[in-house]
Each structure stands twice: as structure tokens, then as C-alpha cells.
């Protein structure tokens, strides 16, 4: 089965939903990590839109935590990469290497 | 810690609009973020950014929803679609009966609305068609009025409200071209002036100019094209050619294209001076205006009252008295003024009826389909099927049968509405009669109301069922028999009414369109005359004795008289009273009788043949004669029992004079029915009396030995050099009297009986349909009778009393209203009808009887054929 191709949008979310790690992964968490290491503005909204169409892949299981007091007594849904997520991240890593190979000069040219 | 919380109705919002499983999460991360903004925007504006955000989240959990959703409506796919085409074809008489009911009703009711859609919303032709209005002018008592030149330059120099006002006029008037040949076309008057408004210009010569309305200009004319194809070949000679109309001489100046009309079509146009202030007795003038852009009918209406009472005074400048005050009203142009006529009683009642009863029986068909497939819909939800989807795979079938019949009813009413345009010749030149886009979108409108209605309706209601109770039921929970049964009666009630109404009608029209006479149909010329307004000054003889006497001078005629009446028109009736036998002034019979007033020799000209007595003689005629009159068979037979009648006298009863009668008439003579009562049986009785009319158009009659129609020529100018202000029209042979009418009343009568009729078998279909179905869910439990030992006559008796019970009520319940209907009709149609048939009603309702027992003997007899056995084995 081809694995799925990934959106720009969804590298990012898977990014940080790995960085954060399957017990402090959820879509606050995961934007302010977009925002603070990506430096650019994330729209919330998008980032449950996202989760969804990932966990619909299958790259990604959620489960609701423990309720949190300063939530209101809500609980959290947690995001954690599968190993199809992870593979995916991986594929895509590779493909975009493969395609920067060779571009650094004819970048810095189109730079100058 | 409350004010740290969300804003509360942000929460109460995302709970109702998120899924119950992002419920938490989704809100308990909203709730985090507005405490983190809190601490740092403060309350007020983290309430409003937490408002915001929460908006895109809901935005966002839409887009999943729509993307992710299996909703149904989406998902109408081509697979549904082979499924309903599948159905319709599954069951093909069903299907059949269902789409040629509602093509029916589309045609019908697409039809009646371009009728009247045409007749109340028809606007001129031409650019600003919609801004031109007529005036309603009325006295204080409210009696027709009629503007004059004062008020015609009051208003063109005061209004703000109008753009234009002009003069016009229209009537047929005889036309001489040079030395040549005449001939009887539409002639109108107009103020030069309004041309510019017209989009028209001339294709030949110039239009009619301000300068030829002046007094003492050279008469101008200009003419349509298609006058100047067929009388002048459409040369340029044509120019400066002459035209004769009554008595004076125009010369053609231009020639005005073929959708040039205004005001009421004809052929001919003449400049409309206005006399000149000043004037002692001023004209009456026919106004209209064209309203001021931006300018509204109400405003425009305060204005003209008040400018028309201003001029009304001697002194122009003051207002008038109230008594003398005129009321006018603003129409729209193409406002057809009048009673309710036969058009508009044809274009909105019967189509709604129609419309009714074939959406009733759709609905029933449809529904008995539903009914039967209430075990699967039922088997289709437990099994995860949405109900949303059902409902929308029922309406695609519904909607499916609504596109043909749309396609087929819209086919059929082009066709029918082609023919329609092409039979009224009478009508004004503005109304167009051919399908417009309205027409299309009106048909495809009801054809999506009632697909949907019958297809959702039942639909909703079949779904709505629970699995057990279907099952518990043996798969007939959908309890076809109050909803169907209810529907069915509505629907028969109205067939009834609208059948013995169509008839009463159908009968009325046909009677009067046509019946064997005893009339030299072939060998009598006969015309119209239409004489000028009179004048005081004017010490001729009347117009009907003067023509009388120059026809009878043609070569080649036999005999001739004119008369108020032709033969096969209607006559007008009035009650009149016998004196009793022995003529000591005592009264006998009484009732209605049609009377015509006739030259010397009229009756003569009909070669009426002597039953009795003797004809009208010279004597009859003289002034001091006695009043005697000469009556038809049908008479005889009405008030005196068919014996010779001949000197017997009778009376009018006139409620306006003092005495409450005329005078007594004493009877001369006996001839055969002439057609007095227009043909009508119920108007037959008549009488014929020595005189002439008083109106301004009275008709002639010419008996010739051989081919009337030579004689046309020489009467046309025999009566031109009489008087040339008279106008000749509808010269024909007597057998083409009314013809038109005639024709157009057969067809009405035709269509109304197929629309009864057509109304008669749907619903008798619809009731098939219905009995057929019952006695399909009924099989277990006539199964079971059966198998208990109940006859097969006891269960054939038991199937046909509950049909009974609904053609009954149907029948009652229509009778009622068919009464009603009758009623209405004798009411709304400007057309004489003959009183209510008694026969129609009773002869109807066995034709239901008949008919509705015959659809339920093939059900029923399948009923009494089902063996125990197999009945229980069936679902």
C-alpha cells in the first residue's frame, strides 16, 4: 500500500506532535511549538482540521487524558505519531532531501 | 474563578455545534487559551479573541463534517438514480399513470397561467410598454365619463407626474384606395406627438407629424406594411397615393412597419387634432398617458384629479364642485377592464382543480408505492440507512416522474397554447398567447412542488414507522387505509365536481354552437353595419330603413331587410306575460322569451316558411299601426301548448316604466325556430317585432337565387354612396354567422368535457391503485378468513364495501360542491348558460359508480381467488 503524502501543513503538525511526545502532544501544545520554532502563525482552527485528516490517514491515534484542573476539569485529546506517521515524516524527509541535492549554488544565484 | 472561564455563551455555542466526541477537548483547550489571553490582554479582550477563535473552530469542524459526513442529499448518486429509473420501470403502469396525470396537470395549469398571466400582466411592446397607462374616468355617481381638449392642454402643460399625454381613437371604418377597391380595415387616430414614445419608424415616407394635426394641414395618413404589400405591392407609389375614409380624402405620407399597432392593431393612422380652446361643446377625447420615469400609477392618480377638477370650472383657475368632480383611475395600458370572464374562470379555476386532483392522485399513487415497500424501508434503517436518505432516494422518484411530466405537460401546452394564439383573433394585439420563459418556469415549478410533496409526504410518513411494529405487523404497518382513503375522497369530491361542471358548461356551449335551423344557410349575404355617433341636426330616416331600402334596389337580390339580430346570435330575453284565451285582458302563461326587431322583408330574406298566419306586411311598419308581431314555434310550444296562437296577445313585463309591462302585442303569424336563442334550446321561444334598433350597429340580410358572395362588391358600394360613414363589416353567408364564436365554443366545451373526463379516470385509477394495494396487505388476513371458513362471496362483499364506503363519501361529498361549482360559473361567466341540467349531477355519479365498481372488481376478484394456504405462507 503507498503510504500517503503528506501536506506542508501536516509536516508540521506531525513535527511537533513528535517532539512533544505522546503524553504532552495536543493541538495547544502542538501550535505553540509550531509557532515558537517554525516562527510563523498558526491558525487553531487549522490544526484540528489537520488532526483529524491525519488520524483518518492513520499517522496519528489520539485519546482523551486526564481531566485538568486549569482546563475547566476537561481533559485533553493526546496525539501520538504511529509508526505510519513516523515512516511518513521519514519519506517525506528523504524526498526533500533528494530534491535540495545540488540546489544550494543555484539558489544562492537566484538569491543574489 | 468564574471570571476566568470562557465566555459562557461561547461554550453553550460550541456545545450544541461540535460533535459529542470533540466535545471535551475542543472546549477544554479553548478554555486553557482564554486563561493564558486573560492574564495577558485582560478580561474584555480575551472574551473577544476567545469569541473569534471559537467561530473558526466551528467553521473548522464544519469543513470536517461536510468532508467526512455520509450525509445523503450529497450523496444522490448515479446509483440512486438507476434505482429510482428502475422502479419507475419495475412497476410501468403505476409509473405511467402517475407521470401522464401530472403532464395533465402542468399542461392545464401552464395553460391557464399564460392566459392569465397574459390577460393581467401583458405590458405594450415596446421599451417603456410598462409606463403607458389609460384613464378610468368617472362622475361623481360613478357613470363612465370622458375627458375633453380643456383637459388634454391642462395636463400636458401642468402634469410632472406624466411624460406624455396623447389622444386616441380606434374603430373599423371603411377604406377606398384612390379609385379603386374598399375594404373595412382598423383605423386609428392618434396625437402625432405620441409617436416619438413608439419605437416604430416608418419604412417608407415619414411618420405622422405635429403639423398635419394642425387645422386646415392636408389629411395625412400612414399605413402598415402589410396593407401596403397587399394593396400597393409594396411600391413606392404608394406615397402620396389617396385613402377614403368616411367622406374624406388623406394621402398617404409613410409606411409604418408591421409591429406597429398601437393602439389596438389596424392598418390605417390619422392624426388627432384636439379642438381648440375656446370650443363650445368640446369632443370627448380618449387619453393616455405615459408615466414620468420613477413616477408610480398612485402618485400619478392624486395628480390628474387634481389637474381634470381644476379645468372642470368655467374659470379655469378655480375648483370645481363637488358634484361636478371627476374621479379618474390610472391602469396600466394592458389592463383588460371588464367582469370576470370566461377566460379568467377557465385560466384559474379549472387548472387549480385539475392541479388538485392530479397532485391528490400522484400523491396516492405514489404513496400506495411507498406503502408497499414499508418492510424494506423499515429492514434499510435498522441496517444503518439514514432516514434522510430514504426520504431522498422516495423524493428522486418522485422528482424523476416530475422532470417527465414536466417535459411531456410543457410539450403539450406549447402545442395547445400555439393553437389557442391562433384561434382568438379578437384579442388585443399586446397579448401574446406562445409559451414565454414565465410559462417554463411556472410548469417546472409545479412540477417540483408536487414531486416534491407527493414524493416527501409519503416518504416521510413510510419512514417514520419502527422496525417492530412493521414486523409485528407482517410488513404492513403503513396503515394505507385512513391517510389513502381521506385522500381519496378529497380527490373523487373534486373529479365530481369538476366532471358535472365541465359537463354543465360542455353541454351549454355545445348547444349553442351549433343546431339544425331551418335557414337558407347558403344562399343569404349578411353584414354588419356600424353607423355614426348621431348627430341633433341630422333629419334622415334611421339607418336601418335607410340601408333596408338601398339593398333591396342590388340586382340579383330576392329579398332583404336588416334586423338587431342574426340568426345564431344571441337575442336578448325578457319576461313577458299572455292574456289568458278569450282576450278579456286576463292572464295566462309567463316566462322568458328573446325578441328581434326586424325590417320589411327581413324574415322574408330567411325564407321563413308560414306555420301559421301570415308574415310582417308594409302596414306593420306604418306609425299609427297596431303593435302585432309574428312568433316562433318554440314559442307556441311554450306558452300556448303548441295551439295556433294567431290572435292571441302578450305583453313585456318592464319593471322601468310606470305601468310595470309594455304594450299588449297581438300575434299575426307563425314561423319555424330561426335561431333566435342563438341556438340554445333554453332560448328558442321568441318573437319578431316590426322596428328598428336604436344602437349603432344593427345587421342585414340579402336572400340571393345563386352565389350570395357576388353580391359583396355592389353592397359594399351600393352603401358607401348611401352614406359613406357607414361602416361594413362581417360580410358573410349567413351559415358563418358566429362561426368564430361558435367554433371557439365547441372547443371550449370539447376541452372542458376531456378535462372532466381526463379528472374522471385518474381518479378512477388512483382508487384502483388504492383497493389493489389494500387487498395486497390484506392477503395474510383473507388468508386466514378463508381458512376459518368465511365464504369467498362474504370476503369479495367485505373488499367492495370498504370501496363503497369511499366512492360514497366521494360522491356525496362532490356532489356538494359540483353544486357549488355550477353555481359559481353561472355567476363569473359573462356567457349565457342554460340553468342547471338535473340530469348531469345523478348521471355523473353513476358513472362514478360504474366506473369505481369496475377497478374494484379486479383486485377483488384476486381477493376471492387467494388460496388459504398460500396466503399464509405470504408475507
Given amino acids: 500500500m503507498p503510504r500517503p503524502n503528506l501536506g506542508e501543513f501536516e509536516l508540521l503538525v506531525l513535527l511537533a506532535a513528535l517532539r512533544l511526545g505522546p503524553d504532552r502532544a495536543y493541538a495547544v501544545s502542538i501550535v505553540d511549538e509550531i509557532e515558537r520554532r517554525a516562527t510563523r502563525t498558526v491558525q487553531r482552527a487549522a490544526v484540528y482540521v489537520a488532526l483529524q485528516r491525519l488520524e483518518k490517514k492513520g499517522l496519528v491515534v489520539t485519546r482523551l487524558g486526564d481531566p485538568v484542573p486549569e482546563r475547566g476539569g476537561k481533559a485533553r485529546r493526546l496525539v501520538a505519531v504511529e509508526g505510519a506517521g513516523q ?19 543555484a539558489l544562492e544565484d537566484s538569491s543574489q | 474563578m468564574s471570571a476566568l472561564k470562557t465566555p459562557r455563551a461561547v461554550v453553550r455555542a460550541l456545545e450544541l455545534l461540535l460533535p459529542s466526541d470533540r466535545r471535551e477537548d475542543v472546549i477544554g483547550d479553548l478554555e486553557e487559551l482564554h486563561q493564558r489571553r486573560r492574564a495577558r490582554l485582560g478580561a474584555l479582550a480575551a472574551a473577544a479573541v476567545t469569541t473569534i477563535n471559537s467561530v473558526w473552530i466551528a467553521l473548522a469542524f464544519l469543513i470536517i463534517w461536510l468532508r467526512e459526513k455520509d450525509w445523503s442529499l450529497r450523496l444522490l448518486s448515479r446509483l440512486e438514480f438507476l434505482l429510482a429509473v428502475r422502479l419507475l420501470r419495475k412497476q410501468p403502469f403505476l409509473s405511467a399513470t402517475a407521470v401522464v396525470s401530472l403532464a395533465a396537470g402542468i399542461a392545464v395549469s401552464a395553460i391557464g397561467f399564460t392566459m392569465v398571466d397574459q390577460m393581467l400582466n401583458g405590458s405594450l411592446p415596446m421599451q417603456d410598454g410598462d409606463r403607458f397607462v389609460r384613464f378610468d374616468v368617472r362622475t361623481q355617481a360613478g357613470e363612465q365619463a370622458q375627458l375633453n381638449g380643456d383637459h388634454f392642454r391642462l395636463l400636458q402643460q401642468q402634469t410632472a407626474a406624466f411624460e406624455h399625454i396623447g389622444a386616441i381613437s380606434a374603430q373599423r371604418s371603411n377604406v377606398r384606395h384612390g379609385a379603386g377597391s374598399i375594404e373595412t380595415v382598423g383605423v386609428a387616430r392618434i396625437t402625432p406627438s405620441s409617436l416619438m414614445y413608439l419605437d416604430d419608424v416608418p419604412l417608407l415616407g415619414r411618420a405622422l407629424l405635429e403639423s398635419d394635426a394642425a387645422i386646415g394641414a392636408p389629411p395625412a ?3 402598415r406594411a402589410a396593407m401596403w404589400q397587399r394593396m400597393y405591392r409594396s411600391s413606392a407609389s404608394a406615397l402620396g397615393g389617396e385613402l377614403s375614409i368616411a367622406g374624406s380624402k388623406y394621402e398617404i405620407v409613410g409606411v409604418m412597419p408591421d409591429t406597429f399597432l398601437f393602439p389596438s392593431g389596424g392598418e390605417v393612422w390619422l392624426p388627432h387634432s384636439i379642438e381648440p380652446a375656446g370650443t363650445q361643446v368640446l369632443e370627448p377625447l ?4 405615459i408615466l414620468a420615469p420613477g413616477t408610480d400609477a398612485a402618485s400619478a392618480e392624486v395628480e390628474i384629479n387634481s389637474l381634470a377638477n381644476l379645468v372642470h370650472s368655467p374659470e379655469a383657475a378655480s375648483q370645481v364642485e363637488a358634484r361636478d368632480r371627476l374621479a379618474i383611475g390610472v391602469q396600466r395600458f394592458t389592463e383588460v377592464p371588464g367582469p370576470i370572464g370566461i377566460q379568467r374562470l377557465i385560466g384559474v379555476l379549472v387548472p387549480l382543480l385539475v392541479v388538485l386532483v392530479i397532485a391528490l392522485n400522484v400523491a396516492n399513487l405514489v404513496q400506495a408505492r411507498t406503502a408497499s415497500r414499508t418492510r424494506e424501508l423499515s429492514v434499510r434503517t435498522v441496517l444503518g440507512a439514514p432516514r434522510a436518505r430514504l426520504i431522498a432516494q422516495l423524493t428522486l422518484e418522485s422528482a424523476l416522474m416530475g422532470s417527465l411530466a414536466a417535459a411531456l405537460g410543457t410539450g403539450c401546452a406549447v402545442v395547445a397554447l400555439r393553437w389557442i394564439d391562433a384561434a382568438i383573433t379578437e384579442a388585443p394585439y399586446w397579448i401574446d398567447l406562445t409559451a414565454s420563459p414565465r410559462t417554463f418556469g411556472f410548469a417546472i415549478l409545479v412540477a417540483l412542488l408536487v414531486a416534491a410533496v407527493c414524493g416527501a409526504l409519503p416518504a416521510l410518513r413510510a419512514t417514520r414507522v419502527s422496525l417492530q411494529q412493521t414486523i409485528a405487523s407482517g410488513g404492513q404497518a403503513f396503515d394505507v387505509s385512513r391517510f389513502g382513503a381521506a385522500m381519496m375522497v378529497t380527490q373523487m369530491a373534486l373529479a365530481v365536481a369538476l366532471l358535472s361542471g365541465a359537463l354543465v ?4 356551449l355545445w348547444s349553442a354552437a351549433g343546431s339544425d335551423l331551418e335557414l337558407p344557410d347558403q344562399q343569404v349575404l349578411t353584414a354588419q353595419i356600424t353607423t355614426p355617433p348621431p348627430s341633433a341636426d341630422d333629419e334622415r330616416l334611421p339607418a336601418p330603413e335607410r340601408v333596408a331600402r338601398a339593398i333591396a334596389e342590388i340586382p340579383g337580390v330576392l329579398a332583404s331587410g336588416t334586423a338587431d339580430h342574426l340568426p345564431r346570435y344571441d337575442a336578448p330575453a325578457s319576461a313577458i306575460e299572455v292574456e289568458a284565451r278569450g282576450g278579456n285582458g286576463a292572464l295566462g302563461a309567463a316566462g322568458q322569451a328573446t325578441r328581434a326587431m326586424v325590417s320589411e322583408g327581413f324574415l322574408e330574406s330567411l325564407r321563413a316558411r308560414l306555420v301559421a298566419g301570415r308574415l310582417l306586411v308594409p302596414e306593420d311598419f306604418a306609425i299609427d299601426a297596431g303593435a302585432v308581431t309574428v312568433v316562433n314555434e318554440p314559442f307556441v310550444a311554450r306558452f300556448f301548448g303548441g295551439s295556433n296562437p294567431v290572435g292571441a296577445r302578450f305583453r313585456t313585463l318592464a319593471e322601468n316604466t310606470e ?17 333566435l336563442g342563438g341556438g340554445a334550446e333554453e332560448f328558442a321561444a321568441g318573437y319578431y317585432t316590426p322596428g328598428h334598433t336604436s344602437r349603432r350597429y344593427f345587421y342585414l340580410s340579402l336572400l340571393s337565387a345563386s352565389g350570395p358572395e357576388t353580391l359583396a362588391p355592389s353592397l359594399r358600394s351600393s352603401l358607401l354612396e348611401l352614406d359613406p360613414e357607414l361602416v361594413v363589416s362581417r360580410v358573410q353567408l349567413l351559415s358563418e ?22 379528472a374522471l379516470v ?19 388476513e383473507i388468508g386466514v378468513r378463508l381458512a376459518l371458513g368465511a365464504s369467498r362471496v362474504g370476503v369479495l362483499r367485505s373488499v367492495l364495501r370498504r370501496a363503497g364506503r369511499t366512492l360514497l363519501l366521494g360522491g356525496v361529498i362532490g356532489t356538494g360542491l359540483g353544486l357549488a361549482f355550477v353555481r359559481l360559473q353561472d355567476q363569473m361567466l359573462a356567457a349565457r348558460l ?22 374494484c372488481v379486479v383486485p377483488a376478484l384476486r381477493a376471492q381467488r387467494i388460496s388459504p394456504t398460500q396466503a399464509l405462507k405470504a408475507d
Avoid: C
Fill in chain 1, 87 to 105: 515512516a511518513a515524516v521519514k519519506d517525506t524527509r528523504s524526498a526533500l532531501m533528494s530534491m535540495w541535492h545540488g540546489l544550494g549554488s
Fill in chain 2, 221 to 223: 395618413a400612414v399605413i
Fill in chain 2, 286 to 289: 380618449s387619453l393616455f398617458g
Fill in chain 2, 505 to 508: 358548461m360542455a353541454r351549454g
Fill in chain 2, 659 to 675: 305601468e310595470g309591462h309594455g304594450p299588449w302585442l297581438k300575434i299575426v303569424g307563425v314561423v319555424p325556430d330561426l335561431g
Fill in chain 2, 737 to 758: 354567422v358566429n362561426g368564430e364564436e361558435r367554433a371557439f365554443q365547441a372547443g371550449m366545451g370539447a376541452t372542458l368535457s376531456a378535462i372532466g373526463v381526463l
Fill in chain 2, 762 to 780: 385518474l381518479s378512477l385509477l388512483g382508487l384502483y391503485a388504492m383497493i389493489s394495494l389494500s387487498i395486497t396487505q390484506r392477503t395474510r
Fill in chain 2, 834 to 855: 342554460p340553468a342547471g341540467e338535473p340530469w348531469i349531477l345523478p348521471v355523473v355519479l353513476a358513472a362514478f359508480a360504474v366506473a369505481g365498481t369496475a377497478a
